[in-house]
């Protein structure tokens, strides 16, 4: 397998396999800066892929930060793979991050960020927001690069099948489809609705991103503020049962 490699923002790069048994395409993104970043390490077993892609960018072994959604194995399952063969690796997570998976599973010991925390990692500055089961998970967290205002936003606007590297328009309604065709097949209830989600989902459009990194299918450049309410919006319709206007 191999994967596609595109600039999707200024020295953000997406690394893209289309698995077919899956149907869908696992993305994962680098920011090459002087404390290269990855976001998710994709799977175990796709390692050797993932090492090629980001290899055709910088050397592996120079990568400082791995940061991931939440504790998966196509987020973080190479997360010790990716360890081993750079020995300045750190992973990022938040606290239930730290005391519920990685403090256990990571061979070293991960960089704890606090919801809101900012990681200057050269030109370019992470912010850790943590986002409770949103999309799904305990320990769930987004990162957003404050200096190209991309925000990495994992598993939100999920679209199957295998998708340009970027677009301009029509993400929300991609996302809705998706989320609305999963309702009644073996995979729905991935995103649970909590009294915390249209919040979060507010909270993340205040940011006004300018690039939506999607972890499966395309990203998005635009009106991020506009897409994440939008987004919202379809959520709290689709799976919370109530219009919001949003
Ligand atoms: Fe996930
Ligand atoms: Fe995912």
């Not at 600039?7 to 290269?36: K, M, W």
């Not at 290899?55 to 194995?73: C, M, N, T, Y």
């Not at 990162?143 to 190209?148: K, L, N």
């Not at 609305?180 to 909590?194: E, R, V």
């Amino acid at each position: 397998m191999q994967a596609k490699v595109a600039e999707i923002a200024p020295d953000t790069y997406r690394i893209s396999a289309f698995h077919p048994d899956y149907g869908i395409e696992f993305n994962q993104f680098l920011v090459n800066d002087d404390e290269p970043f990855l976001m998710h390490t994709g799977f175990r077993k796709s390692f050797p892929t993932t090492l090629e892609a980001v290899r055709s960018i910088v050397d592996p072994a120079k990568l400082r930060w791995v940061g991931f959604g939440h504790f998966e194995p196509d987020e973080c399952g190479a997360l010790n793979e990716w360890l081993a063969v750079a020995p300045q690796a750190t992973a990022l997570c938040n606290f239930v991050g730290s005391m519920v998976m990685l403090n256990d599973f990571a061979d070293r010991p991960p960089r704890v960020l606090a919801d809101g925390e900012v990681l200057p990692i050269g030109r370019h500055r992470l912010r850790l927001l943590s986002t409770p089961h949103v999309p799904h998970g305990w320990d769930a967290c987004l990162y957003f690069d404050e200096t190209e205002r991309t925000l990495f936003c994992s598993d939100l606007f999920f679209q199957p099948g295998e998708r340009e590297p970027l677009i301009e328009a029509g993400i929300v309604e991609r996302a809705r489809e998706a989320i609305q065709g999963g309702l009644a097949g073996p995979m729905a209830k991935d995103l649970p609705y909590t009294p915390d989600t249209h919040g979060a989902l507010q909270r993340l459009a205040a940011l006004a991103p300018r690039t939506l990194a999607v972890m499966h299918g395309s990203s998005f450049r635009g009106d991020g503020r506009a897409a994440l309410l939008g987004l919202g919006a379809a959520i709290d319709e689709l799976l919370g049962g109530r219009s919001t206007g949003a």
